[in-house]
């Protein structure tokens, strides 16, 4: 398994936001989902990459429960503490 985790930021219904956060924690070690701003409902994905097909699979099937749209990460993402270690651990490996 690598130690690169992957970012996927989503921006949905804020009143979804707990429903998305507990099913991704009901697939056990496939994600940790944080809340990057809950006014705008942006949420980060955190996935490692050796489940990055896994967690874009749960993604897809909750289509059809959850209105939901992958978007950029914002541009203040950098405050998350978890975000920018992210971040500055793919600068120093040159990724």
């Known amino acids: ?3 690169k985790l992957d ?4 921006r ?3 009143s979804d936001i707990a429903l998305m956060k507990f099913l991704f924690e009901s697939y056990e070690g496939i994600a940790v989902v944080r809340t990057m701003d809950r006014h705008r409902a942006v949420i980060v994905v955190l996935v ?3 489940f990055l097909e896994v967690a874009r699979g749960i993604l897809d099937s909750l289509r059809d429960t959850i209105a939901f749209e992958q978007v950029p990460p914002p541009g203040d993402a950098d405050e998350d503490w978890l975000v920018r270690l992210l971040r ?3 600068s120093d490996r040159g990724a």
């Not at 970012?7 to 989503?10: D, E, T």
């Open 1 to 3: 398994m690598t130690d």
């Open 7 to 10: 970012a996927i930021f989503v």
């Open 12 to 14: 949905l219904p804020p």
């Open 48 to 50: 490692s990459h050796d």
């Open 88 to 90: 500055e651990d793919v």
